[in-house]
C-alpha cells in the first residue's frame, strides 16, 4: 500500500466530482437569480447546491478512503 501522500485518487473520488459540479451548477443559477431579483429561486438553488455539498460531505466521511 502506498504511503498517503503518494496516493492519486479515492475510491469515491468520481463520485464527490460530480456531487461538487452540480453543487457549482446552483450556484451560477444562485448568481443569475440574485441579478434578475428573483430570491425564491435564489433560496431553492442555494438549497440545492447545500444538498450536493453535504451528499459530497457525507460520503467523505463514510469511508470514501
Keep these: 500500500m502506498k504511503p ?3 496516493r492519486r ?3 469515491g473520488a ?3 466530482a460530480e ?3 452540480k453543487a457549482s451548477s446552483y450556484l451560477k443559477q444562485v448568481y443569475a437569480a ?3 431579483g428573483d430570491k425564491a429561486e435564489a ?3 442555494l438549497r440545492q447546491a ?3 455539498l453535504e451528499t459530497a460531505r457525507a460520503g ?3 469511508g470514501m478512503d
Design 4 to 6: 498517503r501522500k503518494e
Design 9 to 11: 485518487g479515492f475510491r
Design 14 to 16: 468520481e463520485e464527490l
Design 19 to 21: 456531487h461538487a459540479l
Design 34 to 36: 440574485c441579478e434578475g
Design 43 to 45: 433560496q431553492r438553488a
Design 50 to 52: 447545500i444538498i450536493e
Design 60 to 62: 467523505l466521511r463514510v
